[in-house]
C-alpha cells in the first residue's frame, strides 16, 4: 500500500493547528475576556513589602523611594534584606532610612550553607516580616503607580492566598527590548491564563504576594533549597490551586524594571530562569510542553504543506489560526500594556519558534549556583 506522505504532512499540519486552537480557546481567550471581579467589602490590611538585594546600590537608590512613598491607607512596612553585597548598598539603606520609618533593613553577612540562590534571603525577609500579607518584588523594580500596595491586596479576598501580578520592563529603542517584553508578555498570558482556567502554575518574583501563612505552612522553599531558582515560580507552582490563587491586571498594579541591553546577559539570564521548569508538576509539563511541541511543529508542517500539497489550502488553515491569535493578543497586550508590539506579533510568532531551539537545552542544564 502506497503511504501518501502529502496528505499525512497536511493532517498533521491540520492537528497542530487543532491543538494550538484549543489553547487559544481555553486559556488564553481567557485573559482576553477578563474583567477585574467586584467585592463588596474593600478592607486594607497591613503588608509587609519584601526586596532582596545583593550588589545594587543604585538600584535601591533608584528605586526604593517609589516602594516606600506609595499610597497606602492602612500600615505598610519595607523589609529590605542586603544579602552579603560588598557596594555601597548598606549605606543607601542607612539613607533611606532616615526619613522613611517604614523601612527595615536587614543585613546578612553570611553565606546560607546548602541553600542556594535568593531563597535563604528571602526566607530571613519572610521571618522577620510583621504582617500577614507580604508583597515580594526586586530591587531593580519600581511600582507603576503609588497605588501598587493596594491593588495588590484589594485581591486577596474570598479565601485567596496567593496573588499573581505582572512585572513588564521598560520600553526602550531597540529589537532586544521588544523580544525581551514579548517574551515576558507571553509568559504572563500563559501563567495568568492558566490561573483563571484554574491551574495556577507559576509567578515571577518582580510582582508576587502571598500569605505569610502559607510560607510557613508549606515550610517554605524547603522541597527546592538545593536549586538557586524558584524562589518564585517553583513555589508558587506547589503550592497554588483554583481556590486559593487570584490575579491582578490593573496597569496601575504593575512594576517595572530595565531590560537587558546586550543580547548574551539575557541569553544567560533566561537560560538559568529554564532550568526549573524540568521541577513543574508533571500535569503543567505537560500543558506547556504540549503547546510548545505543537508551536516549534507549525511553520515546519505548512511550509511541507504548502510545498508538496496544497498552498490555498495550507495557508487558509494556517490564516485561521493567524487571525484567532492576533484577536486574542490584541486584547491581552493591551491589558498588560504592551500593545506596541502588536504591530509586529507575526514576526514575533516567528521568534517564538526560534526561541525555542535557543532555550530547549536550558532544560537539560545543571543551574548555576548564584542567583546575580
Given amino acids: 500500500m502506497r503511504i501518501d506522505w502529502p496528505e499525512i504532512l497536511f493532517a498533521a499540519f491540520c492537528l497542530m493547528i487543532l491543538v ?14 477578563y474583567k477585574k471581579p467586584t467585592h463588596n ?3 486594607q490590611h497591613p503588608v509587609s513589602v519584601i526586596i532582596c538585594a545583593r550588589d545594587e546600590a543604585q538600584n535601591l537608590a533608584d528605586n526604593l523611594p517609589e516602594v516606600l512613598q506609595q499610597q497606602y491607607s492602612s500600615t505598610f512596612e519595607v523589609v529590605a534584606v542586603n544579602d552579603n553585597s560588598y557596594d555601597d548598598s548598606k549605606y543607601v539603606l ?3 532610612q532616615r526619613p522613611f520609618k517604614n523601612l527595615r533593613p536587614i543585613e546578612l553577612k553570611q553565606e546560607a550553607r546548602l541553600i542556594q540562590g535568593k531563597k535563604f534571603p528571602l526566607s530571613i525577609g519572610i521571618k522577620e516580616a510583621k504582617h500577614e500579607l507580604l508583597l515580594l518584588t ?14 495588590m491586596q484589594d485581591a486577596f479576598a474570598n479565601g485567596k492566598e496567593i496573588v499573581l501580578g505582572y512585572g513588564a520592563y521598560e520600553k526602550t529603542p531597540g529589537l532586544l527590548n521588544k523580544l525581551i517584553r514579548f517574551e515576558t508578555f507571553f509568559t504572563a498570558l500563559q501563567y495568568f491564563s492558566y490561573a483563571l482556567a484554574g491551574i495556577p502554575y507559576m509567578g515571577v518574583g518582580r510582582n508576587l504576594a502571598y500569605k505569610k501563612e502559607l510560607f510557613l505552612r508549606n515550610k517554605g522553599f524547603s522541597m527546592h533549597n538545593q536549586l538557586p531558582g524558584g524562589d518564585d515560580d517553583l513555589f508558587i507552582n506547589r503550592v497554588a490551586t483554583k481556590h486559593n490563587t487570584a490575579i491582578v491586571i490593573d496597569k496601575e498594579a504593575f512594576t517595572c524594571s530595565k531590560a537587558k541591553t546586550q543580547w548574551s546577559t539575557w541569553r544567560s539570564q533566561k537560560a538559568r530562569h529554564y532550568t526549573t521548569g524540568k521541577y513543574y508538576k508533571g500535569q503543567h509539563k505537560f500543558l506547556l510542553g504540549l503547546f510548545s511541541f505543537s508551536h516549534f511543529l507549525l511553520y515546519p508542517l505548512l511550509i511541507a504543506s504548502i510545498i508538496f500539497y496544497c498552498w490555498w489550502l495550507a495557508l487558509a488553515v494556517f490564516g485561521f489560526r493567524f487571525l484567532l491569535q492576533g484577536i486574542i493578543y490584541f486584547s491581552t497586550m493591551r491589558k498588560l500594556g504592551e500593545g506596541d508590539l502588536f504591530w509586529m506579533y507575526p514576526l514575533l510568532d516567528l521568534w517564538q519558534w526560534l526561541y525555542y531551539l535557543l532555550f530547549a537545552p536550558a532544560l537539560f542544564k545543571r543551574p548555576q549556583p548564584n542567583w546575580k
Avoid at 481555553?26 to 485573559?31: A, E, S
Avoid at 526586586?138 to 491593588?151: L, N, T, V
Fill in 138 to 151: 526586586d530591587a531593580d523594580c519600581k511600582p507603576y503607580s503609588p497605588d501598587w500596595i493596594r491593588h
Fill in 94 to 96: 542607612e539613607y533611606l
Fill in 20 to 33: 494550538q486552537t484549543v489553547y487559544y480557546l481555553w486559556f488564553f481567550v481567557r485573559l482576553a475576556l
Fill in 41 to 43: 467589602t474593600l478592607q
